[in-house]
T-cell receptor, first 111, second 115 residues
Framework: DAKTTQPPSMDCAEGRAANLPCNHS???????VYWYRQIHSQGPQYIIH???NNETNEMASLIITEDRKSSTLILPHATLRDTAVYYC????????????FGTGTRLTIIP | GAVVSQHPSWVICKSGTSVKIECRSLDFQATTMFWYRQFPKQSLMLMATSNEGSKATYEQGVEKDKFLINHASLTLSTLTVTSAHPEDSSFYIC???????????FGPGTRLTVT
């Protein structure tokens, strides 16, 4: 898997958009960008994934740069329940390739 | 949809005993299930991958005779920690992948404390 680089921590005010960056400069053409989050003492929760186009679902938006070397996860209106560790993971969807978790970004939503 | 459960949610056992943790996919069939371990303030580490009806594939450094994995059906995988020691105390998390899809859905985790 290509490695990812994320800031270790970020704060965001409640109600504002939270923008979480991820660098994946060695991503290869068949690798997707996945985002998961883990609220304290719970299992990770899938958020969104994409290949090259921007994606949006009910939880978040994913913006992938044209060269695919970085991406940004956007939580449009952060709430206190969005406080969690956010993991950006790149992996191929071929075969049984595994999800490998890095250290992620600890996002704290400030009231 | 795509709910994964784990049982128990927490367990305390004495050193030397064995503990079994169950992972179930409640509303889908999981051809592949994964087991992770997470120590405090650390990230998730993959322990093993199991496909229904076949032997699990263990990650380097994970003792297969200590962490027994059984994936006997498309909705159930079990992890048995044999002869548990205090250093096995950790948060164990399973995930399941529906057949034909690429997303993994995670269980809520099981906190094991070995005294």
């Amino acid at each position: 898997d290509a490695k990812t680089t994320q800031p270790p921590s970020m704060d965001c005010a409640e109600g504002r958009a939270a923008n979480l960056p991820c660098n994946h400069s060695t991503i290869s053409g068949n690798e997707y960008v996945y985002w998961y989050r883990q609220i304290h003492s719970q299992g990770p929760q899938y958020i969104i994934h994409g290949l090259k186009n921007n994606e949006t679902n009910e939880m978040a938006s994913l913006i992938i740069t044209e060269d695919r070397k970085s991406s940004t996860l956007i939580l449009p209106h952060a709430t206190l329940r969005d406080t969690a560790v956010y993991y950006c993971i790149v992996k191929s969807n071929f075969g049984n390739e595994k999800l490998t978790f890095g250290t992620g970004t600890r996002l704290t939503i400030i009231p | 949809g795509a709910v994964v459960s784990q049982h128990p949610s927490w367990v305390i056992c004495k050193s030397g005993t064995s503990v079994k943790i169950e992972c179930r996919s409640l509303d889908f069939q999981a051809t592949t299930m994964f087991w992770y371990r997470q120590f405090p303030k650390q990230s998730l580490m993959l322990m093993a991958t199991s496909n229904e009806g076949s032997k699990a594939t263990y990650e380097q450094g994970v003792e297969k005779d200590k962490f027994l994995i059984n994936h006997a059906s498309l909705t159930l995988s079990t992890l048995t920690v044999t002869s548990a020691h205090p250093e096995d105390s950790s948060f164990y998390i399973c995930s399941a992948r529906p057949g034909g899809l690429f997303e993994q859905y995670f269980g809520p985790g099981t906190r094991l404390t070995v005294t």
